[in-house]
Structure formats: structure tokens, C-alpha cells
């Protein structure tokens, strides 16, 4: 079982559409995470949220738009995707904090996007 | 940039014999190492991690070594087994302001056979 929960598991959208995934988390992690991976590829981070603020954009297209509405819950909200932003979506946590100890991320199981 | 390098891209290896894939990373920052096993159409899992205030780490069937001055990190799996077949992917990170920023390698895709 995972700890970081992810929904739809699979979603196919249109490029007019709007859509949103989401993540949640119960573990008391203070940050959050969005990464995109292609088949074959490694992760890339999109965004970073720490203590419910946006601190790493890695420069997305304004398309996709995170939302940390609080600790626990994390959304992307999509619009006017492209064929190529198909992809895996996953988010993770961790244990954040303000220290200086960097702390293992929690992977959810993914959403598979597929943009027709 | 952190740019992390990852080999070899593929690794087979007979049931029971030893398994070993090799990162560099280019940001003498970096502390954290990470390894993430993800099989087919699942998660990324961590499998071990190692900081560079320790030189190596063990863990059952797995150890992961680190060298800061060559600033290469290298996994070592024993006595593989079929469940050990996945793809294998480093990861080196260093403080920010929030967050934990991972620079993946690029991946290793090993195959245990029997």
C-alpha cells in the first residue's frame, strides 16, 4: 500500500478540456511534490511545495497549475494540454522542515494522462 | 545545475550473481544520494539512500558506496534475484530553500535471469 494517494489513476483528456489530478498525503509531510516521466525516462521535477508555499517552478508551461490547498492535499490543475504532455504524473512528499537534513521522497502510484 | 550520469543503461546478470550500477555527479554540494526501484508501470520505491557524511551503506542484499572527492556513487545488489528486475535510478540532491530538488540519472534497466 502506498502512503501517497493519487487520483484518477488513468485519465484521458481533449486538448479544449479542463481537468485536475490530485494527491494527498497523511503522513505529516511539510513538502510536496509534481514530477512528469516519460516512458523509459527518469522523473522531472515540476514543482515544489513547501509549508503550503510554491518554492520550486521549474519553469512549466503556465498550462499546468499546482494548488496546495493544504498540508495534506496537493492538485494540478490542466488546461489546454498538448498530445505531448502525455505522460506519467506523480506526486510525492516528504518530511520538509526547515532544517538542513534532506529527507526521502514518497512516491503515489501515478496518474497516466493521455492528451488526444 | 546538478547533472547526475548513470551506468550502464542496461545490466543483465544470472540469478545469484552480483549486480553493480555506477552514478557521477557533476554539483560538489550534493549530500544526499538516493535509489529508486520502479517496475513496470509502478512507483518509483526508495531502495536505499546514503549522505555524505558516510562512506558506505548496507542494507540486507543491497549497499551503496559513496566518494566525494571522485563524486561517484555506485549501488551494489547480491545474490539477484528475478523480483530484483526493475529500473534503477540514482539520485543526488543538495539543501534549497524548500524541498528536497532530486536530479535523477537516467536509469538502469536490470534483468535477472534465470
Not at chain 2, 544470472?14 to 529508486?36: L, M, R
Not at chain 2, 517496475?39 to 520505491?45: F, I, M, S
Amino acid at each position: 500500500d502506498t502512503e501517497v494517494t493519487q487520483t484518477p489513476k488513468h485519465l484521458v483528456m481533449g486538448m479544449t478540456n479542463k481537468k485536475s489530478l490530485k494527491c494527498e498525503q497523511h503522513m505529516g509531510h511539510r513538502a510536496m511534490y509534481w514530477y512528469k516521466q516519460k516512458a523509459k525516462k527518469p522523473p522531472e521535477l515540476m514543482f515544489v511545495y513547501s509549508y503550503e508555499k510554491l518554492s520550486i517552478n521549474e519553469s512549466v508551461p503556465s498550462r499546468f497549475s499546482p494548488e496546495c490547498p493544504n498540508s495534506s492535499l496537493l492538485n494540478l490543475h490542466l488546461h489546454a494540454l498538448q498530445p505531448e504532455d502525455s505522460a506519467l504524473y506523480l506526486c510525492a512528499s516528504s518530511q520538509g522542515g526547515r532544517g538542513p537534513i534532506n529527507s526521502p521522497l514518497h512516491f503515489g502510484n501515478g496518474t497516466r494522462l493521455t492528451v488526444t | 545545475g546538478e547533472n547526475v550520469e548513470q551506468h550502464p543503461s542496461t545490466l543483465s546478470v544470472q540469478e545469484g550473481d552480483s549486480a553493480v550500477i555506477k552514478c557521477t555527479y557533476s554539483d560538489s554540494a550534493s549530500n544526499y544520494f538516493p535509489w529508486y526501484k520502479q517496475e513496470l508501470g509502478k512507483r518509483p520505491q526508495l531502495i536505499i539512500d546514503i549522505r555524505s557524511n558516510v562512506g558506505e551503506k548496507k542494507d540486507q542484499r543491497i549497499a551503496v558506496t559513496l566518494n566525494k572527492t571522485a563524486k561517484h556513487f555506485s549501488l551494489h545488489i547480491t545474490e539477484t534475484q528475478p523480483e530484483d528486475s526493475a529500473v534503477y535510478f540514482c539520485a543526488a540532491s543538495k539543501l534549497t530553500g524548500g524541498g528536497n530538488k532530486l536530479t535523477f540519472g537516467t536509469g538502469t534497466q536490470l534483468k535477472v535471469e534465470l
